[in-house]
């Protein structure tokens, strides 16, 4: 009961994906999407206290995908606003 929210993941795989992507080369980062799949399935499996595999394995890949959508929509969301603020100067 814990963890059976896939909200409460999605937080805790981005940090997690985050932190490995720190770590690695830039140019395996275009597969992050994969690995917060990834952990997010496995968090979802150890986390899981009452849901079969499947269902574990269904909410995993949904947090990992939120996840995954949640950084790179927030981060295409601040790349506008500053290509916005730079286009609207006042002089």
Known sequence: ???????VLVPLILAVVQGIKLLISPKYHKWAFLLS???????SYLFATDTTIKVALGQGIIAGLSASGL???????????AQYVDTERID
């Open 37 to 43: 799949m990834l952990i997010g399935i496995i968090f």
């Open 71 to 81: 950084y790179s929509g927030s981060k295409a969301t601040m790349t506008n606003e």
């Open 1 to 7: 009961m814990l963890m059976n929210n896939g909200l």
